[in-house]
């Protein structure tokens, strides 16, 4: 049994509708592929070498969500979530003994916060911070996160295969 909504983006519709529609979908897609798994299986890196875990993904995307709308878009001064001088994977790596319930929550946060800072923005608008040097609009921002979350939804299929069996988009 499924609890996380995930609404199909509208085939027709104008580019704000339909990009923050996929870039939802994407969010639910990631916590669909989390539901139902204990703690210890969301920590689990069931494809070594690699040190990708579903709660490794939850904890990045947290960290993404942060980066690209609060700190560029919004220009807000952020403290760092998980990211440290001593290990900047530490949303991956360090999971073995991390908080899961404080991770989905930092993440539903930071996708509110992400919510918040766009809202009502013409995707024209320009990012109060430079994105490597150069100028970033909201809408190269939401068609990143699209694409970052895509990607990472892929390794999350592969990732929850592995733990369970499960499959499905």
């Not at 299929?157 to 069996?165: P, Q």
């Amino acid at each position: 049994m499924t609890t996380t909504p995930r609404i199909d983006p509208p085939l027709a519709a104008d580019e704000t509708t339909m990009l923050t529609a996929w870039l939802d979908f994407h969010r639910a897609t990631l916590a669909l592929k989390c539901e139902g798994l204990t703690d210890e299986q969301l920590r689990t890196r069931p494809v070594a070498p690699s040190s990708l875990s579903l709660l490794g993904l939850v904890r990045h995307m947290a960290e993404v969500e942060q980066a690209w709308f609060v700190s560029r878009l919004a220009g807000q001064e952020t403290e760092d979530i998980y990211w440290t001088e001593e290990d900047e994977d530490a949303d991956f790596n360090a999971v073995d003994t991390a908080d899961v319930a404080g991770a989905f929550a930092t993440w539903q946060a930071q996708i509110a916060l992400a919510r918040a800072a766009a809202d009502g923005l013409s995707l024209d608008t320009v990012a109060k911070k430079p994105a490597r040097g150069r100028e970033v609009t909201l809408r190269w921002i939401l068609v990143h996160m699209i694409e970052e979350y895509a990607r990472h939804n892929g390794h999350a299929d592969l990732l929850r295969e592995a733990i369970d069996g499960s499959t499905g988009e």
